[in-house]
């Protein structure tokens, strides 16, 4: 992951940089002037400290909607879930996690500008930081109309505004419009799908299973995603800002036609493991826990010896 965003880039710059958002790198370049130990170094410590602080504000949220046991089960879902990889790898995820969780209590508290700010540094991150979008959307609409006041609005007003200004910015350095979209094309052979290549490997992690590690993680993540979303759909509904922005990531994992369902997509629309710390508090399912802890530290072991072994990002 670039530690910098150089400037005067271009779509045809070797390694494509531009296509990174730009928040993570440089937080890593300030960090980086800090600590000794070189850029990678300064990386894995920021996202140490992002990821204690994400499983935090995760219990924090759980407890404000649904108290104590829930938070606590919560927590350990997201510290061991496999997609938590990510908050011991130098990836944006560790941040984007931190800013949208950040966003979805102050949501919660009514604290309408700090909510926009957030969500206006989680969209200037990652491309799916967009979801917070529609989370600030949600929760304006329903305090408009139980309070009457257009205040709320603030929040949805900033939240765009990461995004939009790096795409002002990318494109004023590049001398040309759209150029964001035109990388994705081009350097990184993006494209969309609209959920067929998820299914399309899914079904041949069935038919092929020792051909492919990356189809056999793509069916475990579409497959995962099916049970949180009926979990969190039929049995224990979430606050409609956090279903928002819950469902416009899912949306956008399974949209693209190279890069879809991973454990890491799915981990950041974490508010669906709230949903599965509810379901398994409850009394018929409480023996549960210790298998479904088991299992996820054996998802993660497995998804760390297939990164390993072959390469296979998660």
């Not at 996202?47 to 108290?67: K, T």
């Not at 944006?92 to 966003?103: I, K, N, Q």
């Not at 102050?106 to 926009?116: I, K, N, V």
Request: aromatic share 14%.
């Amino acid at each position: 992951y670039p530690s910098f965003v150089p400037p005067n880039i271009t779509y045809d710059d070797p390694q494509a940089r531009v296509a990174f958002f730009p928040t993570y790198p440089h937080l890593v370049r300030y960090v980086d002037w800090i600590l000794p130990g070189g850029d990678t170094f300064a990386a894995l410590v920021l996202n140490l400290v992002l990821g204690a602080a994400f499983i935090v504000l995760v219990g924090l949220l759980a407890r404000s909607w649904f108290g104590d046991l829930v938070a606590q089960r919560a927590m350990i879902l997201c510290a061991i879930f496999p997609g938590s990889f990510v908050l011991s790898f130098a990836y944006s995820e560790a941040l984007l996690l931190t800013l949208a969780a950040a966003c979805l209590l102050l949501l919660d508290r009514e604290r309408w500008l700090w909510a926009g700010i957030t969500a206006m540094l989680a969209t200037a991150t990652r491309p799916n930081g967009v979801a917070l979008i529609a989370a600030c959307l949600v929760a304006a609409e329903m305090a408009r109309r139980a309070k009457k006041s257009w205040r709320p609005f603030i929040a949805p007003l900033l939240a765009p505004l990461g995004f939009l200004g790096y795409q002002l910015w990318i494109n004023h350095h590049a001398h040309e419009s759209g150029v964001w979209f035109r990388v994705q094309g081009e350097a990184w052979k993006e494209g969309a799908s609209f959920g067929f290549t998820a299914i399309r490997r899914t079904l041949e992690a069935f038919t092929q299973p020792l051909s492919s590690p990356t189809d056999l993680i793509t069916a475990a993540s579409f497959g995962c995603m099916l049970l949180f979303v009926w979990i969190m759909w039929k049995r224990h509904r979430l606050p409609l800002p956090a279903m928002a922005y819950s469902a416009v990531i899912l949306i956008l994992m399974l949209l693209p036609a190279t890069v879809t369902a991973r454990p890491r997509f799915l981990f950041t629309a974490f508010p669906l493991f709230i949903s599965l710390a509810i379901w398994l508090s409850h009394s018929k399912r409480r023996e549960w826990w210790p298998y479904v802890v088991g299992m996820c530290l054996a998802g993660l072991t497995a998804l760390t010896a297939l990164y390993g072994v072959y390469g296979a990002i998660p």
